[in-house]
């Protein structure tokens, strides 16, 4: 079954004690990007990456580390978690190019940052 | 950076009824996707489209690719309580390759 799979669906953490959130696609899909969604915001990126060891910043790129080091695998840093980036985060996946977009999510991570 | 205005931010109708929502950018965008998103879920793909004045149907939804490339809508006829959920809009920007733009969603709520 196609899917983009995130680990963990919940996880609450303290202030500046580093966590990392995985992403997992089995696609083959060349795009990935991660992105949080807060009330009455929508979804804002975070960072992107168009293949293997290409990376590039979204909209709210402070306070997220990314890698891709492998195609399927994208995953999210918080090198120092605060309060702010409690949020829902989204992991995607899609082919590059016109003739396909379709952005493939992963069911959600809910962080919490106390 | 770029911006989508989706509206409206939300609905409440009553089962049966049709419901609109679009969404308008003040750019041109190569394609324009519609997503639902579930309570506690990722958004899913409902339609896709990617050519000007495209009117592309999924069921009882109907999505439309405007002709200036600046818009779209989405249409949900003899609504159901399953249809209930955040509606997101998407679109990518010409000349990039893969990122998208979303819009901030349509609530909608339906009464049994």
């Keep these: 079954e196609a899917q983009v799979t995130q680990n963990p669906r919940y996880l609450i ?6 966590l990392t959130v995985t992403c997992s696609q089995n ?36 306070g997220y580390k990314v ?11 918080l090198e120092s978690p605060s309060p702010n980036q409690t949020s829902l985060y989204f992991c995607a996946s899609s082919w590059v190019g016109r003739g396909n977009t379709e952005a493939f999510f992963g069911q959600g991570t809910r962080l919490t940052v106390v | 950076g770029q911006q989508l205005n989706q509206s409206p931010q939300s609905m409440f109708i009553q089962e049966g009824e049709d419901v609109s929502m679009n969404c308008t950018s003040s750019s041109i965008f190569n394609t324009w996707l519609w997503y639902k998103q579930d309570p506690g879920e990722g958004p899913v793909l409902l339609i896709a489209l990617y050519k000007a004045g495209e009117l592309t149907s999924n069921g009882r939804l109907t999505a439309q690719f405007g002709i200036t490339r600046k ?19 998407a679109g990518q920007p010409g000349g990039s390759q893969g990122n998208l733009i979303f819009g901030k969603g349509t609530k909608l709520s339906v009464k049994p």
């Design chain 1, 27 to 62: 696609m083959n899909h060349e795009y990935m990007s991660w992105y949080r969604q807060d009330p009455g915001l929508g979804l804002r990126q975070i960072y992107y990456s168009m293949n293997v060891e290409v990376t590039d910043k979204g909209d709210v790129p402070e």
């Design chain 1, 67 to 77: 890698s891709r080091k492998e195609k399927r695998n994208f995953p999210l840093i």
């Design chain 1, 13 to 18: 953490t303290v202030t500046g004690k580093k």
């Design chain 2, 71 to 89: 818009d779209s809508f989405l249409n949900i006829s003899a609504s159901i309580p399953s249809d209930v959920g955040i509606y997101f809009c």
